[in-house]
């Protein structure tokens, strides 16, 4: 069964740090183009990161120098490194394939960050 699971979410005070893990299961990350996305309240969900098969990453400008993309390949799983967390970073984390397949969302994993 293919399946993403995501974790290392939770409450962090302003200016604080998470890991997000994002482990595959049944999909070879290392020869796919996988994304982090964000869904905060009564907002869309949006894709703020991936990483590409040669480990080039893209970033949305609002995270650009807070959060790094990392790979795992032997774990198969990608990380999202988040520092400097802001109020406004709150939010589900997802991480899916891109372009996305609707049918790999998993659970998430919440990320609060407080002011």
């Known amino acids: 069964q293919v399946q993403l699971v995501e974790s290392g979410g939770g409450l962090v005070q302003a200016g604080g740090s998470l890991r997000l893990s994002c482990t595959s299961f049944g999909i070879i990350f290392r020869v796919n183009k996988v994304g982090w996305y964000r869904q905060a309240p009564g907002k869309q969900r949006e894709l703020v990161a991936r990483?590409?098969?040669?480990?080039?990453?893209d970033y949305i400008d609002s995270v650009k120098g807070r959060f790094t993309l990392s790979r795992d390949n032997a774990k198969n799983t990608v990380y999202l490194q988040m520092n400097s967390l802001k109020p406004e970073d709150t939010g589900g984390y997802y991480c899916?394939?891109?372009?996305?397949?609707?049918?790999?969302w998993g659970q998430g994993t919440q990320v609060t960050v407080s002011s």
């Open positions: 899916n394939l891109d372009p996305l397949l609707p049918s790999l």
């Open positions: 990483i590409t098969r040669d480990g080039n990453t």
